[in-house]
């Protein structure tokens, strides 16, 4: 099977854009190394030649140190993503899920993805969520207690989680 690209399609990639004129995309200042409140440089788990894995700064209560992989080329949704740039940001989801299931000791791992506003994206970058899950920690139906934590209470799972990969 061949699978088609954008060009063999009727709905073109550049239709589907979201970002508003002037966005200061966050995964690519941090990617640059531009940090902030919500961007600490402690936060980075792991980082490839093409995506790059942190913690959240935005957590469900049950669900703490939650993980974010991206590209860290800016491509604002799966619609738009290179075939090789995905296959190394799941390869690196694949490796982060293995590592928050190894150190958290959870009973489980989700993985999601948005595209648009009406699949819930509220970030213009593409990036897949890796949670660690518990039983009965009702992630999705929690989503209105979710709330940015400080660059100090992200440290300490950044820290365990990143012995875990390589040094590159």
Same mark, same amino acid.
């Given at each position: 099977?061949?699978? @088609? @690209?954008?060009?063999? /399609?009727?709905?073109?990639?550049?239709?589907?854009?979201?970002?508003?004129?002037?966005?200061?995309?966050?995964?690519?200042?941090?990617?640059?190394?531009?940090?902030?409140?919500?961007?600490?440089? #402690?936060?980075?788990?792991?980082? #490839?030649?093409?995506?790059?894995?942190?913690?959240?700064?935005?957590?469900?209560?049950?669900?703490?140190?939650?993980?974010?992989?991206?590209?860290?080329?800016?491509?604002?949704?799966?619609? #738009?993503?290179?075939?090789?740039?995905?296959?190394?940001?799941?390869?690196?989801?694949?490796?982060?899920?293995?590592?928050?299931?190894?150190?958290?000791?959870?009973?489980?791992?989700? #993985?999601?993805?948005?595209?648009?506003?009406?699949?819930?994206?509220?970030?213009?970058?593409?990036?897949?969520?890796?949670?660690? /899950?518990?039983?009965?920690? /009702?992630?999705?139906?929690?989503?209105?207690?979710?709330?940015?934590?400080?660059?100090?209470?992200?440290?300490?799972?950044?820290?365990?989680?990143?012995?875990?990969?390589?040094?590159?």
């Amino acid at each position: 099977m061949t699978l @088609s @690209s954008w060009e063999d /399609r009727d709905v073109k990639a550049d239709e589907l854009h979201h970002e508003p004129p002037g966005y200061r995309c966050p995964f690519c200042r941090y990617a640059l190394g531009e940090f902030d409140e919500h961007n600490a440089s #402690t936060d980075l788990v792991a980082r #490839t030649d093409h995506a790059i894995a942190r913690i959240s700064p935005k957590w469900w209560p049950g669900n703490r140190g939650h993980v974010l992989v991206s590209p860290i080329e800016h491509f604002e949704n799966l619609y #738009t993503l290179p075939t090789s740039v995905g296959h190394s940001v799941f390869d690196l989801v694949q490796a982060v899920a293995v590592a928050i299931r190894e150190a958290y000791g959870c009973d489980g791992v989700s #993985t999601r993805q948005h595209n648009e506003p009406a699949g819930n994206q509220d970030v213009w970058h593409h990036h897949v969520h890796v949670f660690p /899950r518990y039983e009965s920690d /009702r992630l999705y139906a929690r989503h209105g207690e979710a709330a940015y934590v400080p660059p100090e209470a992200r440290a300490p799972f950044a820290a365990l989680l990143r012995p875990r990969f390589p040094e590159r």
